[in-house]
Nanobody, 124 residues
Framework: QVQLVESGGGLVQAGGSLRLSCAASGRTFSNYAMGWFRQAPGKEREFVAASSRGGGSTAYVDSVKGRFTISRDNPKNSVYLQMNSLKPEDTAVYYC?????????????????WGQGTQVTVSS
């Protein structure tokens, strides 16, 4: 298992930016594809962004394309989510997740390691 700890959430005005970080420990980070998911109050958890284990392939939900960027630093055992042009509808708890596989996946059930989440609130 790999342990994941998110940070970087907070309150920001619409149009602002935040950078989420996820620090991994416990296993070889470079063996894991990584993903970011979010869950808003009263809604299902949804996929946001994913990266292959090498970082060469990424994927995004349509609603964040062009605004969010996932990146990873394998020597630092970290994955990041740069969020720009934030909108009130981006308000949610954001979760980092890890899956021991080469290719990325957008399916939550294929991730078996999850962080505790970090709250992002975007005010209008």
């Amino acid at each position: 298992q790999v342990q994941l700890v998110e940070s970087g959430g907070g309150l920001v005005q619409a149009g602002g930016s935040l950078r989420l970080s996820c620090a991994a420990s416990g296993r070889t980070f470079s063996n894991y594809a990584m993903g970011w998911f979010r869950q808003a109050p009263g809604k299902e958890r949804e996929f946001v962004a994913a990266s292959s284990r090498g970082g060469g392939s990424t994927a995004y939900v349509d609603s964040v394309k062009g605004r969010f960027t996932i990146s990873r630093d394998n020597p630092k055992n970290s994955v990041y989510l740069q969020m720009n042009s934030l909108k009130p509808e981006d308000t949610a708890v954001y979760y980092c997740a890890a899956a021991r596989r080469v290719t990325l996946t957008t399916t939550a059930s294929e991730y078996n390691n999850w962080g505790q989440g970090t709250q992002v609130t975007v005010s209008s």
